[in-house]
């Protein structure tokens, strides 16, 4: 079986949009046991909640002013993305649906949300950009498997239970796949969440 020859690590974004996104998740689930969740709860809101305020404000100036957003586009190329030159970043929605996230779903189901985007869609943006054949409005089956095995053994080690994890991340790579249209950054936790919260009362 031959496969299509492997292309290049995505870069820089990537590696940013990994490390910067694990910061809230990581925070809310590794809280020191001395203070209580809803202490972490909400120094974690009110940390999404500013980064969000940032992001709006820059993706608002450059998008009302054409001549900063030539200036971040030429100097921060590798942060975003040529698509998002006329949008709202995905920085923007990323914060947006942490926050949501955050606020109306328990912690295990809030950290498992937001660790799907950090850690599936980079795998399935590896593996479909890698590996990918046909194609299903740029997404691909091999970057949905990539997915999958991402969130798997992440699912099972917050939940415990092989049944949610399994279902969990079938879930959530369904969600990636099709989410075509509307921001990703924004769908994946927010239908994740939505779909493991509904889980929690069936299994």
């Not at 990537?14 to 209580?36: D, N």
């Not at 709860?41 to 009302?64: K, M, P, Q, Y």
């Not at 919260?197 to 299994?203: D, E, N």
Request: proline share 5%; glycine share 6%; with cysteine.
């Amino acid at each position: 079986m031959n496969l299509p020859k492997a292309k290049p690590f995505l870069g820089l974004r990537k590696l940013f949009h990994v490390l910067v996104s694990s910061i809230a998740p990581l925070a809310y689930w590794y809280l020191p046991f001395w203070i209580p969740v809803m202490e972490v709860r909400d120094f974690v809101l009110t940390v999404l909640l500013f980064a969000l305020i940032v992001f709006l404000v820059l993706d608002t100036t450059r998008l009302l002013f054409p001549p900063v957003n030539r200036w971040i586009m030429k100097h921060f190329s590798g942060l975003i993305r040529e698509t998002e030159r006329k949008k709202m970043t995905g920085a923007t929605y990323t914060c947006l649906s942490f926050l949501v996230v955050v606020f109306l779903f328990p912690r295990d189901i809030a950290v498992a949300a937001m660790l799907f985007l950090t850690l599936g869609d980079t795998a399935a943006e590896i593996a479909g950009n890698n590996w990918g054949r046909k194609r299903y409005r740029g997404r691909s089956l091999e970057g949905m498997a990539g997915f999958f095995t991402a969130v798997l053994p992440l699912s099972w080690i917050i939940f415990q239970n092989g049944v949610v994890a399994f279902t969990g991340a079938v879930v959530g790579a369904w969600i990636e796949f099709f989410s075509v249209g509307v921001d990703d950054n924004l769908t994946v936790p927010l239908l994740s969440a939505a779909g493991l919260w509904c889980l929690s009362y069936v299994v």
